[in-house]
């Protein structure tokens, strides 16, 4: 058939046989609209966000309940902020009895828990506390991005629980209320520090980013080894940023000084100096002077009940 140019088409749909003509092109234009739309497939949807905020990640802390009341005493001197009312509450599937309470500072939001029983395994190896919007599908989606559940989802007082496990041997708890939390906006937003080996590091940021539809911030393979209390060397650190708020992944060999690879959170403040004056006041110990790193000074400290914390100010 001989390619028609618009005049000459017109002319033809006038002619006897020009049928001949239309039908063939309405053919060839369904073919194409069909063939393209075969070819996209059916439109997918976005995946969920299961994030509510990093307001609502809560660093987990086990004392012991003689050390309870200290603990959240020197860290609301210390950060500010506000306490939920302490109580005495079944918080595992299986019978146990702990105090628990939620601290909310400006720098980061604690569950504190402090058990009068024995504490049922894996609990007290969760580094952390996610809020998410849908317990079940949350999850589902974990296992599938390549977590372990190690604890299934289970009912709590306020609402569901459930324990997942990243390569390289990193806890994080799921929490969802049956009533949803109104915690207030922070000034900062806390660090999960996270210790992990070169063997398991780019899995865990590989499986835990697309869980969490995150990104990396920076990969710098030879930071300050002063952060890991190692002055003179270096080693991989990798920031991440989330709905769920930072993390910071220290790949070290293990050969880390006291008290390293001990603390779970970073928190960051305004006024270093300040904030270790008010820390000592309230009970706490300085374990590393502040030291000054790229683009920020840190320091740690030891609350009362053992917790270590990193604190840091950014440079500016």
Do not use: C
Not at 10 to 39: D, K, S
């Amino acid at each position: 058939m001989p390619v028609l140019e618009p005049d000459h088409l017109v002319r033809r749909l006038a002619a006897p046989g020009a049928a001949f003509y239309i039908w063939p092109m309405r053919v060839a234009l369904f073919a194409i609209v069909l063939g393209t739309t075969l070819a996209a497939g059916p439109v997918s949807a976005a995946p969920p966000v299961f994030s509510v905020g990093p307001e609502y990640d809560t660093t987990h802390v086990y004392v012991a309940p003689a050390d309870f009341d200290k603990f959240v005493a020197s860290i609301l001197a210390t950060f500010g902020g506000s306490a939920h009312p302490k109580a005495s509450v079944t918080v595992t599937p299986t019978p146990s009895k702990t105090f628990n309470q939620a601290v909310l500072t400006p720098a980061g939001a604690f569950s504190v828990f402090g058990f009068t029983t024995p504490v049922p395994y894996p609990f007290g190896g969760e580094r952390v506390g996610y809020l998410v919007t849908d317990m079940d599908a949350a999850v589902a989606a974990a296992r599938a991005d390549g977590a372990a559940v190690i604890v299934t989802p289970f009912a709590d007082p306020i609402g569901r629980d459930a324990i997942v496990q990243w390569p390289g041997g990193v806890n994080m708890q799921f929490y969802w209320h049956t009533k949803p939390s109104t915690n207030p906006k922070l000034a900062s937003i806390p660090e999960n520090r996270i210790y992990i080996s070169p063997d398991k590091a780019n899995e865990f940021v590989r499986d835990f980013l697309r869980f969490s539809h995150g990104r990396i911030v920076a990969d710098d393979t030879k930071a300050p080894g002063v952060e890991i209390g190692r002055p003179g060397d270096v080693y991989r650190r990798i920031r991440l940023e989330s709905g769920f708020g930072r993390a910071v992944l220290l790949v070290t060999d293990g050969h880390l000084p006291t008290p390293y690879g001990r603390e779970t959170t970073g928190l960051e403040v305004a006024a270093l100096a300040q904030t270790i004056d008010k820390a000592k006041k309230a009970g706490a110990k300085v374990l590393v002077d502040p030291y000054p790193s790229e683009d920020r000074a840190a320091a740690m400290l030891e609350f009362p009940g053992g917790v270590v914390i990193e604190i840091h100010a950014l440079s500016h």
